[in-house]
């Protein structure tokens, strides 16, 4: 018996436990087709994912557009990983070229996702957020069961999301989401269908454990009271109004000094190029430091004496916001994160 799971971010048990409901007799083989390679949130949960699998008696196989340091995590944990480009939909595809572009790169990967799947004899697809758009197809052509699991709340351009829901309700044997959040943002739009709330999960162990060591690296003296954030630089994340909230304390706080951690999906680099001019022009480099993508979160969240989530728009269900709240951050309930 195999298994495709496709793209990033459930949690193994919930996982396991799933796949034990649909077959409870029989061991597995998983296909796991990941969205991005890097070890932001949803990877960081595809990682537990397929050790999780793995420890349970299952053989994970992770498919990836490209390489990277997902990669060589899972080759860590001695995990199979296979590199084939699945045409991944994302915001800035939102656009009549960026869906023909899709079309192209997905039509190439078609063929060498169909011989996968007959080989290793695929008798479930489990395709993992609305980024992966193939496995919807691929399952209905070869007649086996499909999974989707939804970790985003797309509200706009409109005629995405009611093309995304036709899809996902028709496509789909089974629906799982990733928050109450999102649940309740396509139930409006998927009427005929249950969907089920699983959250993603970390390991909270390596949290909160030990003195961070990022203000000894940004040369700020242990006193000094640090804010961050941390995610990806996009438009939506919050990376302008942070600034805009940093110059609005530094009115009344000069000693006050904030970090930002993250880079942009490859393509989008001229968006940190922007970030950083902004903090240069602005004469706030001794003030907000840029420190680009880390794999150290817990060290960064450790040294922080407030962690800030500056979405401008609805966050389905960050991953950092757990490992900040196991770093023992302070949080309270906000308009773009509803989660109760």
């Keep these: 018996m195999q298994i495709a799971i496709i793209g990033t971010g459930i949690t193994g048990l919930s996982v396991a436990h799933l796949l034990k409901q649909q077959h409870p007799h029989k061991q597995m083989n998983i296909l796991i087709l990941g969205t991005s390679s890097d070890l932001y949130g949803g990877s960081k949960i595809l990682s537990i994912v397929a050790k999780i699998l793995a420890d349970n008696n299952h053989k994970p196989?992770?498919?990836?557009?490209?390489?990277?340091?997902?990669?060589?995590?899972?080759?860590?944990?001695?995990?199979?990983?296979?590199?084939?480009?699945?045409?991944?939909?994302?915001?800035?595809?939102?656009?009549?070229?960026?869906?023909?572009?899709?079309?192209?790169?997905?039509?190439?990967?078609?063929?060498s996702l169909s011989i996968l799947i007959e080989d290793e004899k695929i008798d479930i697809l489990y395709s993992n957020t609305t980024g992966v758009l193939i496995g919807a197809f691929l399952a209905r052509r070869k007649k086996i069961k499909h999974i989707w699991h939804i970790h985003e709340i797309i509200t706009k351009p409109k005629i995405f999301t009611r093309v995304l829901s036709f899809l996902i309700e028709k496509y789909s044997h089974n629906i799982i989401v990733v928050s109450n959040a999102v649940k309740q943002h396509w139930e409006k739009h998927i009427r005929k269908q249950s969907i089920t709330r699983i959250y993603n999960g970390i390991d909270t162990s390596i949290y909160g454990q030990n003195e961070g060591l990022l203000k000894q690296e940004l040369n700020l003296n242990n006193n000094d009271f640090l804010i961050g954030m941390i995610g990806r630089v996009n438009h939506w994340k919050g990376q302008d109004y942070f600034i805009d909230i940093a110059k609005l304390i530094l009115e009344k706080q000069p000693n006050v000094k904030f970090v930002i951690a993250g880079d942009a999906y490859p393509g989008n680099e001229h968006l940190v190029d922007k970030l950083v001019n902004r903090i240069e022009n602005e004469n706030l480099k001794k003030a907000i430091h840029y420190i680009g993508y880390r794999t150290d979160i817990p060290n960064i969240l450790n040294s922080l004496d407030v962690f800030v989530l500056p979405s401008t728009s609805p966050d389905p269900f960050p991953t950092v916001i757990l490992e900040a709240m196991a770093s023992s951050k302070p949080s309270w309930r906000v308009a773009i994160l509803k989660e109760y």
């Design 61 to 111: 196989i992770v498919v990836l557009s490209e390489k990277g340091e997902l990669v060589d995590e899972l080759n860590k944990l001695g995990v199979e990983v296979r590199i084939i480009r699945l045409g991944i939909l994302r915001r800035k595809y939102f656009s009549v070229p960026g869906i023909i572009n899709r079309i192209s790169v997905t039509s190439k990967a078609w063929k």
